[in-house]
C-alpha cells in the first residue's frame, strides 16, 4: 500500500524556518516527480514546490515562496522535504505533500495521488 507521511509543522514566530518532511512507504519515491501543496482556510489547495523524479535537476516553486523555500530529496531515506526560511504569517496552512501520477502542471493538485495526511505550521508572534 503506497503512503505518504508528512510532518515538521509547528507554531514558528515570523522570520523563523521549519523543515517538513514527506516520508513514503510501498513506493521509491526517487521514481515520481513530488510536490507540496498547502491550504489556507476558506481558500484553495496551493501548489508551492514540486521536484522532478529521478535525479533530475528541475524544480518548480511558486511566486509568493521563491528565494524563501527549498524542496529537495534524500533517496537513501525515500523522503522528500521542504526547507521553508523567513516564514511569514501569510505561509500559515496545512501542508500536504503529494507524487505526481499525471503529465500537466507540476501547480495542479489534480495530477497528484497517494496525498499525506498534512501538517499544520503557524506564522505568529
Known amino acids: 500500500q503506497v503512503q505518504l507521511a508528512d510532518s515538521g509543522g509547528g507554531l514558528v514566530q515570523p522570520g523563523g524556518s521549519l523543515r517538513l518532511s514527506c516520508a513514503a512507504s510501498?513506493?521509491?519515491?526517487?521514481?515520481?516527480?513530488v510536490g507540496w501543496f498547502r491550504q489556507a482556510p476558506g481558500k484553495e489547495r496551493e501548489g508551492v514546490s514540486c521536484?522532478?523524479?529521478?535525479?533530475?535537476?528541475?524544480?518548480y516553486n511558486s511566486d509568493s515562496v521563491k528565494g524563501r523555500f527549498t524542496i529537495s530529496r534524500d533517496n537513501a531515506k525515500n523522503t522528500v522535504y521542504l526547507q521553508m526560511n523567513s516564514l511569514k504569517p501569510e505561509d500559515t496552512a496545512v501542508y500536504y505533500c503529494?507524487?505526481?501520477?499525471?503529465?500537466?502542471?507540476?501547480?495542479?493538485?489534480?495530477?497528484?495521488?497517494?496525498w499525506g495526511q498534512g501538517t499544520q505550521v503557524t506564522v505568529s508572534s
Open positions: 510501498g513506493i521509491a519515491l526517487v521514481d515520481f516527480a
Open positions: 503529494a507524487r505526481k501520477v499525471l503529465i500537466g502542471r507540476d501547480n495542479f493538485p489534480l495530477n497528484y495521488g497517494s
Open positions: 521536484i522532478e523524479k529521478d535525479n533530475r535537476d528541475g524544480r
